[in-house]
Structure formats: C-alpha cells, structure tokens
Nanobody, 115 residues
Framework: QVQLVESGGGLVLAGGSLRLSCVAS????????MGWYRQAPGKQRELVAT???????LYADSVKGRFTISRDNAKNSVNLQMNSLSPEDTAVYYC?????????WGQGTQVTVSS
C-alpha cells in the first residue's frame, strides 16, 4: 500500500501561480513515477505531468511551458509549479504514484482560477 498526502491548491486569479506538493509513504519501489492528474467538472480525469525516479518527464500539451514538475526521490515527494494559470486549469488535482502495479491516488486538491 502507498499513501499520498497532497498540499497546496486554492483560489488564484488568472495569470497567477500555485504550487502543489505530494508526499508518498508506505511500500515505495525504488523505480517509480509520480505526478499529477486533474479532473474538471463534467470531464474525465486527464494527465497533467509525471516524472520518473530517473528524471523522465511527461507533460500534457496544454500545460507545457507553464507547469513544471519536480521531485525529491529521497523524500518520495513530487511538486508541481503552475504558472500563468487560466480558468481552464480549474479542476481537482490528484497526485498519482505509479510502479508495476495499480496506481495509487491522493485525495485530490481543488485549484480554482478566476478570471
């Protein structure tokens, strides 16, 4: 089992920035990926960004150049710096942990961008 604790999120004006953080604990494999998905009302959950323990990143096209993912392998943590936010980024953001088994999800944190 893996537990994920998220922090950050909140309400911000369009053009502003937010930072999300997530810490994993439990049965952590040395090779894994951590990252973020999001789900807006009435839409499916979608990839935002992920990063492997080896440093390989994957970003959704919609966030490239605006969001930056980083992680601290020693602390089993991952961060998402979100800049130039727009109302279209409004969603519940979920931290995800991925290894060879099923994914683990955090409880979600709300990000609301007002125009």
């Amino acid at each position: 089992q893996v537990q994920l604790v998220e922090s950050g999120g909140g309400l911000v004006l369009a053009g502003g920035s937010l930072r999300l953080s997530c810490v994993a604990s439990g049965s952590i494999f040395s090779i894994n990926a951590m990252g973020w998905y999001r789900q807006a009302p009435g839409k499916q959950r979608e990839l935002v960004a992920t990063m492997t323990t080896g440093g390989r990143t994957l970003y959704a096209d919609s966030v490239k150049g605006r969001f930056t993912i980083s992680r601290d392998n020693a602390k089993n943590s991952v961060n998402l710096q979100m800049n130039s936010l727009s109302p279209e980024d409004t969603a519940v953001y979920y931290c995800v942990y991925l290894d060879s088994g099923d994914p683990y999800w955090g409880q979600g944190t709300q990000v609301t961008v007002s125009s």
